[in-house]
Antibody, heavy 113, light 106 residues
Framework: EVQLVESGGGLVQPGGSLRLSCVAS????????MSWVRQAPGKGPEWVSF????????YYADSVKGRFTISRDNSKNTLHLQMNSLRVEDTAIYYC??????WGQGTLVTVSS | EIVMTQSPATLSVSPGERATLSCRAS??????LVWYQQKPGQVPRLVIY???TRATGIPARFSGSGSGTEFTLTISSLQSEDFAIYYC?????????FGQGTKVDI
């Protein structure tokens, strides 16, 4: 069974940083592209970032470009999202997604002073 | 970026009735479109991919159609567990983009 478990969320002040992680199991991690998707309270989902199976191809939403960095460690079946210069509007549940077909339960990021 | 527009915003139907949800792209996305279902407090679940292929475990009453800029999700006979918000999302062009959702309620 595919499992995706996110961690690293929490409360941070504007301008601060957080690093999210997603540990994957139940599938061959290094053969699947992965994404981060977020959903602000009461809003629809917003795609954030994509990384190919090898890590060679990476894309970001314009809203996070230059502030967020996606990476993966295929030896540890783990996906990361380094988030810097956080803004109030980054407040959301952050989900990791396997090929956009299966999402984890998410981790809540709250940016507030 | 490609703008995805869903209609209607809310669809009020009764159990057993047919529901038709629309999704329009601001430019062609070929058949690179998915539909998700989200119930309150739950994670979005994939319903349709490739515009018309049901995801694993999705009942046959769900069907998707369309290509280019016009897409439809049809639920042939609504069951109580189908009442939810449905989102379309294109994966043809970067950045990937979602529609704003259609809420299917009673």
């Amino acid at each position: 069974e595919v499992q995706l478990v996110e961690s690293g969320g929490g409360l941070v002040q504007p301008g601060g940083s957080l690093r999210l992680s997603c540990v994957a199991s139940g599938f061959t991690f290094n053969t699947y592209a992965m994404s981060w998707v977020r959903q602000a309270p009461g809003k629809g989902p917003e795609w954030v970032s994509f990384i190919s199976d090898s890590g060679v191809s990476i894309y970001y939403a314009d809203s996070v470009k230059g502030r967020f960095t996606i990476s993966r460690d295929n030896s540890k079946n783990t996906l990361h999202l380094q988030m810097n210069s956080l803004r109030v509007e980054d407040t959301a549940i952050y989900y990791c997604a396997k090929d956009m077909t299966k999402w984890g339960q998410g981790t809540l990021v709250t940016v507030s002073s | 970026e490609i703008v995805m527009t869903q209609s209607p915003a809310t669809l009020s139907v009764s159990p057993g009735e047919r529901a038709t949800l629309s999704c329009r792209a601001s430019q062609s996305v070929s058949s690179n479109l998915v539909w998700y279902q989200q119930k309150p407090g739950q994670v979005p679940r994939l319903v349709i991919y490739g515009a018309s292929t049901r995801a694993t475990g999705i009942p046959a009453r769900f069907s998707g159609s369309g290509s280019g800029t016009e897409f439809t999700l049809t639920i042939s006979s609504l069951q109580s567990e189908d009442f939810a918000i449905y989102y379309c999302q294109q994966y043809d062009n970067w950045p990937w983009t979602f529609g704003q959702g259609t809420k299917v309620d009673i």
